[in-house]
């Protein structure tokens, strides 16, 4: 049962249009998301949190907006440069000491 | 800070041998993890240790898979009498207590194939 879902495997932008990056999930009872980027042949990389008592967290190009009616998030990247090129990760915690993943979105910004 | 390592970075072995993975987390972290990462996945969470004390492990780690942390700093997984289902690449990752699971310091990761 995959509770944190992304559902769309790559998404292609070009340099300088706005990335959007879905992620649906399961469990109302999470507290907090994260996301992580990822590139070949290394870890994953923290990126950005938002706490379920928000919608909205920035941080610089990125802004992560959180509909829990909806139980659904999204990532915003603007303006998408060519080294956002990445894997991301939504995640979530499955407990106080475990996080559970997506699937990934690979994200391709062309110049 | 020189970051969590791994090593070896590329493990090539025969169904039925033994492997063993090493992970040094950035010293000052008291919090470790190993996640495994196949392809087409998202990391999944295998076991969690609070300085030498393995405190939750997954369902996914079966009885061939022992992790340890014997003095709270360096930690190993061995896989025993490897199958093919067990390519990944295993991940591990550090973090303070104070931060718990919300900032991961994720190594390069070590990939295991099994022929």
């Known amino acids: 049962d995959q509770q944190v879902k992304q559902n769309s495997p790559s998404l292609s932008v070009q340099e300088g249009r706005i990335s959007i990056l879905n992620c649906d999930y399961t469990n109302s009872m999470f507290d907090y998301f994260l996301w992580y980027k990822k590139y070949p042949a290394e870890g994953p990389t923290f990126l950005i949190s938002i706490s379920s008592i928000k919608d909205k967290n920035e941080d610089g190009r990125f802004t992560v907006f959180l509909n829990k009616s909806a139980k659904h998030l999204s990532l915003h990247i603007v303006p998408s440069q060519p080294g956002d090129s990445a894997v991301y990760f939504c995640?979530?915690?499955?407990?106080?000491?475990?996080?559970?993943f997506g699937k990934g979105t690979t994200l391709s910004v062309s110049s | 800070d020189t970051g969590v390592s791994q090593d070896p970075r590329h493990k090539i072995t025969k169904r039925g041998q033994n492997v063993t993975f090493r992970c040094d987390p950035i010293?000052?972290?008291?919090?470790l993890y190993w996640y495994r990462q196949t392809l087409g996945q998202g990391p999944e969470f295998l076991t969690y240790?609070?300085?030498?004390?393995?405190?939750?492990k997954s369902r996914l780690l079966s009885d061939r898979f022992s992790a340890e942390r014997p003095k709270g700093s360096f930690s190993t997984l061995e896989i025993q009498r490897t199958e093919q289902g067990d390519s990944a690449m295993y991940l591990c990752a550090s973090s303070l207590v104070s931060s718990g699971t919300r900032e991961l310091f994720f190594g390069e990761g070590s990939r295991l194939t099994v022929l």
């Open positions: 010293s000052e972290h008291n919090r």
């Open positions: 240790f609070q300085n030498e004390a393995q405190l939750e």
């Open positions: 995640a979530a915690p499955l407990s106080a000491t475990a996080l559970i």
